[in-house]
């Protein structure tokens, strides 16, 4: 990375290096440790315009890693010249600065530490950090960003730092330090929290594990389905080898049918939310958890359905690039001189794949548009309703359209008993349950009379909110159901 890089600071509107109206700025920090982080948060720290002193156990090896703005000393010096000190050191390591804690008292330390596992330790390191340094303020916060992340420059990185300690005005100057350095600190509250922002970078993927457990499940399902379909049944019953087909057609029928159900997963949770807002009459009962969990989980689904989609258009263009395609073209060109026939054109069959790829393409462009403004640097430039329009009007036409795709990729094969290899029935039908079931549900709740009703709840309309009330005294004012005053 460039050093003109390095100089600017990582938010483009700030420009608040050397600024000396800014507090944060031009004051000395000091770094307990010279390793990568410590080298890494040096340099940032230098870039930003502040003095940065060193303590490192062994100063002259580790003096030429820093640059030289930097003052590289013995622990005990770098922490006499500094009131906030971030001790990049392991946890493990945090007993050998015992010795430190005279010169340490009344100062703030910054604990960047993260662990290995989960839950590692009973209280988290800031905690334990605070408890061999009592007379010190501990704040927890920088360990969600990286080394490489610091020095990254103006454009990569995430920007977010989280900040927790018991002591307000200590985190006011870590989160000013912070955003001198052109990160966003986020006050996570008390000490308490540390322990939740030092787990938080050993998640992996949390938001995407139940989608991802979906999307492999339903390949798992349609990939034996269409193995038994394409490759065994022609081997069972006609001693026919077709393990080539495995690496790419049948992985080719798999992809769309997973694509096509996950999107209508998407819609579904919002069906199902809609039947519970008009079976309850009101839109402030709480949802069952699972339910939740879907509704929370829809982009990553989508995201997931796109992957899919996207895989199988490049699977479908490969097609023709096949050998075994190739002999068979030739072999059927070769029938067709033997049974002198000039002409097998058949318009049906041609239209029938003019449309179903032309509806194909279409379904996934606007796959590609919903997955695009689902990335929340695009999603933020939407307003609420620009926003709305495109992942619930467009993404439901593009259910429909994926639909279509399949039925013209279907046309009358359901109708075809040749079609039913040991009595089962072509791929394609069954992926169509769901999808037309969500599209039915969004037809029947476009009824003027349903909309209206869903409308109302949406809006706050509750069924007999009145009779709940009244009912206990037993006037017998109102009968029960609605009451005139919120029909
Ligand atoms: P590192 O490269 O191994 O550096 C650790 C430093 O600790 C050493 O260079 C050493 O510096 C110092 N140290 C002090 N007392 C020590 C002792 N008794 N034994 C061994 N070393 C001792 O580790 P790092 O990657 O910079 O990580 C430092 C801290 O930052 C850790 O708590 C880590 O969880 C946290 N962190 C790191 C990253 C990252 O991307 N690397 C990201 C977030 C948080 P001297 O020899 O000069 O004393």
Same mark, same amino acid.
């Given at each position: ?19 000396? /109206?800014?507090?944060?700025? #031009? ?27 060193? #303590? ?13 703005? !930097? ?20 946890? =493990? ?32 390191? !800031?905690?334990?950090?605070? /408890? ?30 989280? *900040? ?8 006011? %100057? ?96 919002? @069906? ?40 199988? !258009? ?16 030739? =072999? ?24 179903? $790829? ?38 439901? $036409? ?9 039925? %013209? ?29 969500? *599209? ?23 069924? #007999? ?10 006037? #017998? ?9 919120? @029909?």
């Amino acid at each position: 990375m460039s050093r003109g890089d390095m100089a600017k600071p990582l938010l483009g509107h700030r420009s608040l290096e050397g600024d000396p /109206s800014t507090p944060a700025a #031009g004051r000395t920090i000091g770094v307990l440790g010279s390793g990568d982080f410590a080298r890494s948060l040096a340099i940032r720290l230098v870039c930003s315009g502040f003095k940065v002193v060193v #303590g490192s156990r062994n100063p002259k090896r580790k003096a030429g890693l820093f640059p030289s703005a !930097a003052e590289v000393t013995f622990q005990a010096e770098a922490v006499k010249k500094t009131d906030v000190i971030f001790v990049a050191v392991f946890r =493990e390591h945090y007993s050998t600065l015992c010795d430190l804690a005279d010169v340490l008292a009344g100062k703030i330390l910054v604990d960047v530490s993260n662990n290995t596992e989960i839950n590692h330790h009973k209280e988290s390191n !800031a905690e334990y950090l605070a /408890s061999l340094f009592p007379a010190s303020t501990v704040v927890k916060g920088f360990n969600v960003v990286s080394a490489w992340t610091l020095q990254s420059g103006a454009r990569d990185g995430n920007k977010q730092v989280l *900040i927790c300690s018991n002591n307000q005005e200590a985190k006011r %100057t870590v989160a000013e330090i912070a955003q001198v350095m052109g990160f966003t600190p986020v006050d996570m509250g008390c000490m308490s929290s540390a322990r939740e922002i030092e787990n938080i970078p050993l998640h992996l993927l949390p938001a995407w594990k139940i989608p991802i457990f979906l999307a492999l499940g339903l390949f798992l399902c349609f990939f034996t389905y269409n193995l038994i379909r394409q490759v065994i049944h022609p081997y069972v019953r006609e001693q026919k080898n077709k393990l080539y087909k495995i690496p790419i057609e049948v992985v080719n029928t798999t992809l769309p049918c997973v694509a096509y159900v996950m999107l209508s997963l998407v819609y579904l949770p919002g @069906v199902l939310a809609a039947c519970s807002q008009l079976y309850y009459g009101t839109k402030y009962r709480r949802f069952p958890d699972w339910l939740d969990q879907w509704l929370q989980h829809r982009k990553q689904i989508g995201l997931l359905s796109f992957f899919c989609a996207a895989l199988h !258009a490049v699977y479908s263009l490969c097609l023709p690039m096949r050998r075994s395609h190739r002999y068979q073209l030739i =072999e059927t060109a070769v029938k067709q001189a033997v049974e002198k026939k000039m002409n097998i054109w058949v318009e049906e069959e041609v239209w029938r794949m003019e449309i179903y $790829i032309s509806v194909g393409i279409i379904a996934l462009g606007l796959m590609s548009l919903l997955a695009i403004t689902s990335l929340p640097s695009i999603a933020n430039s939407l307003n609420w309703r620009e926003f709305s329009f495109i992942q619930s009007t467009l993404g439901f $036409i593009a259910l429909v359209i994926s639909t279509l795709h399949t039925l %013209t990729y279907g046309w009358s094969r359901a109708f075809d008993e040749n079609q039913y290899k040991f009595y089962l029935p072509p791929t394609y039908t069954l992926t169509l349950l769901v999808p037309c079931t969500v *599209i039915l549900a969004k037809v029947i709740f476009s009824l003027p009379c349903i909309q209206q009703r869903l409308l109302r709840i949406r809006r706050g309309w509750e069924k #007999g909110r009145y009779v709940k009330f009244i009912l206990p005294s037993a006037t #017998g004012e109102f009968s029960s159901g609605e009451t005139s005053s919120n @029909v």
